[in-house]
């Protein structure tokens, strides 16, 4: 069976890209199509794989300027040759699920999330580019562009023949969207699962922990207003992304809070395992970080809607807060941290949970799948 990887663009490593990483490891030999990548990426996180872009990847500068050429990737998916496969598995949060398929070539979707510039939080982010740029045409091509690309994604919705997602929480977004069904299989996490030299009872330094990519929808101004708030704690916020700049210049003055950028992985643990706890500042669709800082046995305090509230056990694996507002969040913030230094966690507990969403019952999940599909 001749199977192909399908994924929107490969330049920043997030979320769908770890779980595209997991079906690689499962399907080796399968090719990777994609809109667009960057080399230094493939080559450190996917050195042995075949990757094929599409056209856009001959226009320059697209890995920096392509939020300006969305109009263009449903051309871009749609000229995506993959006649010659018998299985398509598409890795998808905007346009990969809108490959074109023969009849008898079966398609499997891992949905991330349905687009939320086009659906849930277009007004929100039409509003967010009124006020950044002061231009009403501007503004007008952007709304203009939103609906035409929300028809192709509605239609390019109905085209795969099984839909998975990363948590009931996208499942009934897809319901909604989309009017389809979709069976929930749980993004693969493994990082502390591999380590056995870590200690979960080493003292935790004072400091909570964000390790996610620099976008609006992340919050991370939230974050920060309550960690000016609370001075005698620390934020650490790890990665990168358009916001970087932005964001480092509202946390300037407060020693409190601090912005590493972007850090490989082999360097993440030795964050994991000193943090005092993880944070949540938005609502998540599902969220790897935070399994990965259960994995270490530390407790997550989330934002109680979205996915969060599918992986953290309130009281045992961590704590919710109710709003998105700095006091709020300031509040919940010292009260888990005078929990946690209470002892009021165990640490095994709280890895023993992670292990629900390990790298093999992901991979055993998926070849059940595929296979039933293909050969059911």
């Given at each position: 069976?001749?199977?192909?990887?399908?994924?929107?663009?490969?330049?920043?490593?997030g979320?769908?890209?770890?779980?595209?990483?997991?079906?690689?490891?499962?399907f080796?030999?399968?090719?990777?199509?994609?809109?667009?990548?960057?080399?230094?990426?493939?080559?450190?996180?996917?050195?042995?794989?075949?990757?094929?872009?599409?056209?856009?990847?001959?226009?320059?500068?697209?890995?920096?300027?392509?939020?300006?050429?969305?109009?263009?990737?449903?051309?871009?998916?749609?000229s995506?040759?993959?006649?010659?496969?018998?299985?398509?598995?598409?890795?998808?949060?905007?346009?990969?699920?809108?490959v074109?398929?023969?009849?008898?070539?079966?398609?499997?979707?891992?949905?991330h999330?349905?687009?939320?510039?086009?659906?849930?939080?277009?007004?929100?982010?039409?509003?967010?580019?009124?006020?950044?740029?002061?231009?009403?045409?501007?503004?007008?091509?952007?709304?203009?562009?939103?609906?035409?690309?929300?028809?192709?994604?509605?239609?390019?919705?109905?085209r795969?023949?099984?839909v998975?997602?990363?948590?009931?929480?996208?499942?009934?977004?897809i319901?909604?969207?989309?009017?389809?069904?979709?069976?929930?299989?749980?993004?693969?996490?493994?990082?502390?699962?591999?380590?056995?030299?870590?200690?979960?009872?080493?003292?935790?330094?004072?400091?909570?922990?964000?390790?996610?990519?620099?976008?609006?929808?992340?919050?991370?101004?939230?974050?920060?207003?309550?960690?000016?708030?609370?001075?005698e704690?620390?934020?650490?916020?790890?990665?990168?992304?358009?916001?970087?700049?932005?964001l480092?210049?509202?946390?300037?003055?407060?020693?409190?809070?601090?912005?590493?950028?972007?850090?490989?992985?082999?360097?993440?643990?030795?964050?994991?395992?000193?943090?005092?706890g993880?944070?949540?500042?938005?609502?998540?669709?599902?969220?790897?970080?935070?399994?990965?800082a259960?994995?270490?046995?530390?407790?997550?305090?989330?934002?109680?809607?979205?996915?969060?509230?599918?992986t953290?056990?309130?009281?045992?694996?961590?704590?919710?807060?109710?709003?998105?507002?700095?006091?709020?969040?300031?509040?919940?913030?010292?009260?888990?941290?005078?929990?946690?230094?209470?002892?009021?966690?165990?640490?095994?507990?709280?890895?023993?949970?992670?292990?629900?969403?390990?790298?093999?019952?992901f991979?055993?999940?998926?070849?059940?799948?595929?296979?039933n599909?293909?050969?059911?």
């Open positions: 069976m001749k199977i192909v990887l399908v994924h929107d663009w490969l330049v920043r490593l979320g769908a890209e770890r779980v595209l990483i997991a079906f690689h490891k499962i080796p030999e399968a090719p990777i199509y994609t809109l667009f990548y960057d080399e230094k990426f493939t080559s450190r996180y996917l050195p042995k794989a075949k990757i094929i872009p599409s056209f856009l990847q001959k226009i320059p500068n697209i890995k920096k300027f392509h939020p300006w050429f969305k109009i263009l990737m449903p051309i871009a998916v749609e995506l040759d993959l006649s010659g496969f018998d299985l398509i598995i598409s890795s998808s949060h905007e346009f990969s699920h809108g074109l398929t023969k009849q008898k070539i079966r398609h499997i979707c891992y949905y999330s349905p687009s939320r510039i086009l659906w849930d939080r277009a007004h929100d982010y039409a509003e967010d580019f009124k006020e950044r740029k002061k231009s009403y045409f501007k503004l007008f091509l952007i709304k203009l562009g939103q609906h035409f690309l929300r028809l192709w994604d509605y239609s390019a919705g109905k795969p023949d099984i998975l997602v990363n948590s009931k929480y996208v499942a009934e977004r319901k909604k969207y989309y009017g389809r069904e979709a069976e929930v299989v749980y993004p693969p996490v493994e990082i502390g699962q591999q380590l056995t030299t870590y200690n979960l009872q080493r003292e935790a330094k004072g400091y909570f922990l964000i390790v996610s990519q620099l976008y609006p929808h992340k919050n991370l101004d939230l974050a920060i207003n309550a960690f000016k708030k609370n001075p704690l620390d934020l650490v916020i790890i990665g990168d992304g358009p916001e970087r700049k932005r480092g210049e509202k946390a300037f003055g407060f020693s409190n809070i601090k912005l590493l950028g972007f850090i490989q992985d082999e360097e993440l643990p030795a964050h994991y395992e000193n943090c005092l993880y944070l949540i500042c938005n609502e998540e669709d599902f969220g790897i970080s935070p399994i990965e259960m994995s270490f046995g530390k407790p997550v305090l989330a934002y109680n809607k979205g996915g969060a509230t599918e953290v056990l309130e009281g045992i694996t961590g704590e919710f807060f109710e709003k998105l507002e700095p006091d709020n969040l300031a509040e919940a913030v010292k009260l888990i941290s005078e929990k946690i230094k209470n002892g009021h966690f165990s640490p095994a507990a709280i890895k023993k949970h992670s292990e629900k969403f390990g790298f093999e019952k991979k055993k999940e998926v070849l059940n799948i595929t296979e599909l293909v050969y059911g």
